[in-house]
C-alpha cells in the first residue's frame, strides 16, 4: 500500500506514482497491469492511468508482456548521488580496495532503519543477496548499518529503529540491550563487523566516511564469503586497508565541501 501522509499539503497522487515506481525489482523486472496493481494495492483504473503517466514521462514502457522500468528511473536516484559527489568521491579508493583485496566493496548511507546502496565496486563471488546502487538492508544486521547508528546517540538510534524497514526482507529481532552492546562496542573500536547476520555466508566490516564537520554520513565496507576469508583475515588484513580508504574518502569529500562556489551569472534566472 502506498504511503499516507498526514500533512494537508500531501499528495497521494505522487505518492501513488512513487509506489509503483517501487513495485519493479530484480524479482519482478516485468509487470502487466493487474500485478501492478495487486503489488501496490491499488484499483485497476488507477493503476493503468499511473502507468500512463509514467509512460508518457519515459520511466517505464509497455510491451506485449507488460511493464518495465525504463534507464531513466536511474535519474531519480543519481540525482541524489551527484548532488553529494559520493561516487566520485568514493569510486577511485573502492576501486583501489577491490584491486587489492578482490573482494567487493560499497558505501552506504542510511535512511530511516535501513541502509542504502550509494556506491559500489563488485567482483564475482558466490554470496546469496545480490547488491546494486538503491539497493537497501536493515542497518542493524550490517556492519555499514552498525558504524552509522554506532556514531549516533543511543535513543535517537532505538528512535529509528522503530521504523519499519522497507527493505522487503523479514528483520531480526534485538533488545534494547544488545542493540546499545553492539553499538557502544562498534563506537569503541572504530569499526563494524557483521558475521553472518544479514544473511548465511556473508560476512562484513565497515568503518564511518565523514563529512568536513567530521559528521558519519556514510559507511564504507568490504564483504567477503565466510567460508573463503576468515574474521582474523577480516580484521588483520582488510581493515587497515579499509581504513585507509575511509580516510582519504574523507578527505576528498571535505575538500570537495569546501570547493568556492562561482556565484550564478548576473541575469541567470532563478
Same mark, same amino acid.
Given at each position: 500500500m502506498a504511503e499516507r501522509g498526514q500533512g494537508p499539503d500531501f499528495i497521494e497522487a505522487l505518492a501513488r506514482g512513487l509506489h509503483v515506481l517501487r513495485s519493479f525489482s530484480v524479482d519482478r523486472p516485468m509487470m502487466s497491469l493487474t500485478e501492478v496493481a495487486t503489488q501496490t494495492d491499488l484499483a485497476r483504473p488507477t493503476a493503468r492511468r499511473i502507468l500512463l503517466t509514467l509512460e508518457e514521462l519515459g520511466y517505464v514502457r509497455s510491451g506485449h508482456d507488460g511493464y518495465v522500468l525504463t534507464p531513466r528511473v536511474l535519474e531519480l536516484g543519481m540525482a541524489y548521488i551527484g548532488a553529494l559527489n559520493l561516487w566520485d568521491m568514493a569510486r577511485p579508493h573502492l576501486e583501489g580496495l577491490v584491486a587489492v583485496t578482490g573482494e567487493s566493496s560499497s558505501m552506504a548511507q542510511l535512511d &530511516?532503519? =535501513?541502509?542504502v546502496y550509494v556506491a559500489r565496486v563488485a567482483v564475482p563471488k558466490l554470496i546469496s543477496l545480490r547488491v546494486d546502487i538503491g539497493t537497501r538492508f536493515p542497518a542493524m544486521v550490517t556492519s555499514q548499518g552498525r558504524a552509522l547508528l554506532s556514531a549516533m546517540d543511543r535513543p535517537s538510534v532505538h528512535e529509528r529503529l522503530e521504523e519499519p524497514s522497507r527493505s522487503g526482507l523479514p528483520t531480526k529481532s534485538y533488545t534494547t540491550g544488545? +542493540?546499545?552492546?553492539i553499538l557502544d562496542r562498534t563506537a569503541e573500536r572504530?569499526? /563494524?563487523? /557483521? =558475521?553472518? =547476520?544479514?544473511?548465511? &555466508?556473508?560476512?562484513? +566490516?565497515?568503518?564511518?566516511?565523514? =563529512?568536513?564537520?567530521?559528521?558519519a554520513r556514510a559507511a564504507m565496507n568490504i564483504t567477503v564469503h565466510a567460508a573463503e576469508t576468515s574474521i582474523d %583475515? $577480516? %580484521?588483520?588484513?582488510?581493515?587497515?586497508? $579499509?581504513?585507509?580508504? /575511509?580516510?582519504? %574518502?574523507?578527505?576528498?569529500?571535505?575538500?570537495?565541501? *569546501? *570547493?568556492?562556489?562561482?556565484p550564478a551569472p548576473r541575469g541567470a534566472s532563478r
Open positions: &530511516g532503519s =535501513d541502509i544488545e +542493540i546499545d552492546e572504530g569499526w /563494524a563487523l /557483521a =558475521d553472518q =547476520d544479514l544473511a548465511p &555466508g556473508v560476512r562484513s +566490516i565497515a568503518v564511518p566516511v565523514r =563529512d568536513g564537520r567530521g559528521v %583475515t $577480516l %580484521t588483520g588484513v582488510y581493515l587497515p586497508l $579499509l581504513l585507509t580508504a /575511509a580516510k582519504q %574518502t574523507s578527505s576528498d569529500w571535505s575538500a570537495w565541501q *569546501r *570547493r568556492p562556489i562561482e
